[in-house]
């Protein structure tokens, strides 16, 4: 029987792994901090990420663990809030180590989610899993930490991999929508010097490359990037295309202040270099669907 075990599966990342995996297992249980019920033939069971409550017991003889636990970075930078994205993730994968060595019979692979964000700033140097380099400020150190929580407690019986994922371009979530209307609206421009590079991956990508990861039983720390990551300015280009506006004002870093201080976010998620590439994931043999952002964003648009 296999069985698959998504916590914080609810969100816009669980959602499209759930639609891909449906009918690879025989079950898949997502764990939530919403009430436990069965919706659309998956079982949702309550966990709060830091205590055992009975949830625990889902992962005897799982087959697999997914962990996208953590809170979400598109927020203000708050005291308060950058506790809550640093516990959130640091407790999360602590009680579920707990919780894997508790069991009988463990989770055969238990995949972690990371980010591409775990590499420096760079707008020369590709960053592959051997050599990119780590560097030192909020966001870098939040992830260090999350994947030294993930690896450091030993499990015998489960293999383990961290997802460092870019962002996720999706029909129905994540950093899409916001782009995409920004782009309709006129202000699809380039964001800040526009030099800056934006890793991401296709939705489809993102799952394929999970149940590639699964499949080749692939451990450590993996990219979850497309293989071309692109300059912001020719990414919102060809993001305006794609939605058919002609023009796009561009939105220099005072304007991305005053914005992104409205709608409660961080200029760092647009002006970040994120120069990341997936060197084991190509190396092990995986095939990209969406390689290049134009086929992307024609299959999203």
Same mark, same amino acid.
């Given at each position: 029987m296999s069985k698959l075990i998504i916590a914080a599966g609810t969100g816009f990342s669980g959602q499209v792994l759930v639609s891909h995996f449906k009918n690879k297992f025989e079950e898949i249980v997502i764990l939530t901090r919403g009430k436990s019920q069965t919706i659309d033939g998956t079982k949702h069971v309550n966990w709060n990420a830091k205590t055992f409550s009975g949830w625990e017991n889902e992962l005897e003889n799982a087959t697999v663990l997914i962990n996208l636990a953590g809170k979400s970075v598109d927020c203000r930078y708050t005291q308060n809030n950058k506790r809550e994205i640093l516990l959130s993730r640091i407790e999360s994968t602590k *009680?579920?180590?707990?919780?894997?060595?508790?069991?009988? @019979?463990?989770?055969k692979h238990w995949l972690n989610s990371s980010t591409a964000t775990i590499y420096? #700033?760079? $707008? +020369?140097? !590709? /960053? +592959? !899993?051997? %050599?990119g380099e *780590?560097? @030192? %400020?909020?966001? /870098?150190?939040?992830?260090?930490?999350? !994947?030294?929580?993930?690896? =450091?407690? &030993?499990?015998?019986?489960?293999? =383990?991999?961290?997802?460092?994922?870019?962002?996720? $371009?999706?029909?129905?979530?994540?950093?899409?929508i916001p782009l995409k209307t920004l782009a309709k609206i006129g202000f699809g421009g380039k964001q800040g010097i526009g030099n800056q590079f934006v890793?991401? *991956?296709?939705? !489809? +990508?993102f799952a394929r490359a999970v149940d590639f990861i699964l499949e080749k039983e692939l451990t450590g720390k993996i990219n979850i990037v497309s293989p071309k990551p692109i300059q912001n300015v020719d990414f919102m280009k060809k993001l305006r295309k794609a939605v058919g506006f002609p023009f796009g004002i561009p939105l220099n870093k005072t304007l991305l202040e005053?914005?992104?201080f409205l709608i409660r976010t961080e200029t760092e998620l647009v002006l970040k270099s994120r120069n990341v590439v997936? =060197?084991?994931? $190509? %190396?092990?043999? #995986? &095939?990209?669907?969406?390689? +290049?952002v134009d086929g992307a964003f024609e299959d999203l648009v």
């Open positions: *009680i579920l180590n707990k919780a894997v060595l508790n069991c009988k @019979n463990p989770p420096r #700033f760079s $707008l +020369d140097k !590709e /960053m +592959d !899993e051997a %050599d *780590i560097g @030192n %400020d909020f966001s /870098m150190n939040v992830a260090q930490s999350w !994947e030294k929580a993930f690896f =450091k407690t &030993e499990t015998p019986n489960t293999l =383990k991999t961290a997802l460092r994922t870019s962002i996720v $371009l999706g029909k129905n979530g994540g950093a899409f890793s991401w *991956i296709h939705q !489809e +990508d005053i914005g992104s997936p =060197k084991r994931l $190509l %190396d092990n043999g #995986f &095939e990209f669907k969406f390689g +290049d």
